[in-house]
């Protein structure tokens, strides 16, 4: 059973700083790849940033200087380091593994960002 599991996220004040993790289970982890997506209420889901198997990575341009995306394949983890957090990167993040057809979702970690 595949399970992707995110840990994290929680309220900050504009300004500060998260790390979220993304652990995998079932998958064969180091030939995915990884990428974090986030929806803030109304919108549709965004993908915020990835990093391929091979570990090269792209960020969306909203976030590109603020947020970096790496991985642990011995950990089974990938992580999205967040700063300089803004009220509008408020949003439920989920981590995404794709590898071929096959594609899996973690549940979704809620960032809050507010004074």
């Known amino acids: 059973q595949v399970q992707l599991v995110e840990f994290g996220g929680g309220l900050v004040q504009p300004g500060g700083s998260l790390r979220l993790s993304c652990t995998s289970s079932?998958?064969?982890?180091?030939?995915?790849?990884m990428r974090w997506y986030r929806q803030a209420p109304g919108k549709q889901r965004e993908l915020v940033a990835i990093?391929?198997?091979?570990?090269?990575?792209n960020c969306a341009d909203s976030v590109k200087g603020r947020f970096t995306i790496s991985r642990d394949n011995a950990k089974n983890t990938v992580y999205l380091q967040m700063s300089s957090l803004k009220p509008e990167d408020t949003a439920v993040y989920y981590c995404?593994?794709?590898?071929?057809?096959?594609?899996?979702w973690g549940q979704g970690t809620q960032v809050t960002v507010s004074s």
């Open positions: 995404n593994a794709n590898y071929v057809s096959n594609n899996y």
């Open positions: 990093i391929s198997s091979s570990g090269g990575t």
């Open positions: 079932g998958i064969i982890f180091s030939i995915y790849h």
